[in-house]
């Protein structure tokens, strides 16, 4: 059974820093692309980050300079460290795991964990 599993939210000022955890089981991690999403209150969910299984990175434009993606393959795990948080960085933040399969895509979700920037 494939699991994602995202941590690390919760409150935080603005200003301030969290990191994210996506742990991944029942899957080969490494061969994988992952990304993290963000989904607002009464926005759709939007692409924040994403690391190739080769590690290449791309960013939006709205977290550039800010956010920060890695991965440890070895664990499992991918991480979100968000710097200089602002309150429009509130949403739930879910983690999406996908690699291509001839044509179509393998991809699998968390249930997110709720980032709250406020003072």
């Known amino acids: 059974q494939v699991q994602l599993v995202e941590s690390g939210g919760g409150l935080v000022q603005p200003g301030g820093s969290l990191r994210l955890s996506c742990a991944a089981s029942?899957?080969?991690?490494?061969?994988?692309?992952v990304g993290w999403y963000r989904q607002a209150p009464g926005k759709q969910r939007e692409l924040v980050t994403a690391?190739?299984?080769?590690?290449?990175?791309n960013y939006a434009d709205s977290v550039k300079g800010r956010f920060t993606i890695s991965r440890d393959n070895a664990k499992n795990t991918v991480y979100l460290q968000m710097n200089s948080l602002k309150p429009e960085d509130t949403a739930v933040y879910y983690c999406?795991?996908?690699?291509?399969?001839?044509?179509?895509?393998?991809?699998?979700w968390g249930k997110g964990t709720l980032v709250t920037v406020s003072s």
């Open positions: 690391i190739a299984s080769g590690g290449s990175t």
């Open positions: 999406n795991a996908h690699r291509p399969d001839g044509t179509e895509t393998v991809d699998y």
């Open positions: 029942g899957i080969i991690f490494s061969i994988y692309a």
